[in-house]
């Protein structure tokens, strides 16, 4: 698709929103924090939130609105309380949409953003300790064992799609030794798992 512009003239900004995440991990390795962030003219939202890892269960919301653009809206600064006890998974962020008029869509639209660069955080991270444990770890390897913990994985984009070169890859790669030990665990329901948090 073209977009037009008009050559005549020179364009002027109207609008500017940056937006912000970042992930952290804590002192006990145990837990991330994640921080998102935007602004433009008119908003200033945040909300930083701690879930368990590996089970990205949300264990805490903290929401601020230092910028909005009527006193009213602070009113939707708790509209996230209820995700606390839940994990982020597919889906999450649609539990809220039910609530929209008691809730701020910009608060709503940073918790999608912390949700999805939750789950980034937690493939670099796990790609980290999975290099730790077994050394030149290829990376279909790395994603089979994902796909143990997290099988909603697959079918979720067009690289992860069943038939894709990149999944047969992953289903016809051999598995380093001991790797059967993490598949146990995954398999174990997670309240079963010492892993679940």
Same mark, same amino acid.
């Not at 660069?117 to 493939?123: D, E, V």
């Not at 997290?150 to 067009?158: A, D, F, I, M, Y």
């Given at each position: 698709m073209n977009v037009r512009r008009d050559s005549r003239s020179e364009e002027r900004l109207i609008c500017n929103r940056k937006k912000n995440v970042d992930v952290f991990l804590l $002192? /006990?390795?145990? *837990?991330? =924090?994640?921080?998102? !962030?935007m602004q433009d003219g008119v908003h200033h939202m945040r909300i930083s939130m701690i879930v368990n890892q590996p089970s990205l269960r949300i264990t805490a919301i903290e929401c601020e609105m230092p910028g909005v653009p009527d006193p009213v809206c602070s009113k939707a600064r708790n509209c996230l309380q209820a995700m606390i006890g839940k994990r982020v998974l597919p889906g999450l962020a649609r539990e809220l949409k039910n609530e929209a008029h008691q809730s701020c869509t910009h608060l709503l639209n940073l918790f999608h953003e912390a949700c999805y660069? +939750?789950? +980034?955080? *937690? /493939?670099i991270f796990g790609k980290e300790e999975l290099n730790t444990l077994f050394p030149n770890i290829t990376e279909e390897q790395v994603f089979n064992i994902f796909l143990w913990f =997290?099988? !909603? +994985? !697959?079918? /979720?984009?067009?690289r992860y799609a069943a038939n894709s070169p990149f999944m047969q890859k992953v289903s016809a790669v051999p598995m $380093? $030794?001991?790797a059967e030990k993490l598949k146990a665990v995954a398999q174990k329901k997670p309240r079963d798992r010492k892993l679940a948090n």
């Open positions: $002192p /006990s390795g145990k *837990q991330f =924090r994640a921080v998102a !962030e660069n +939750l789950t +980034l955080a *937690q /493939s =997290r099988p !909603e +994985l !697959e079918g /979720s984009c067009v $380093p $030794p001991g």
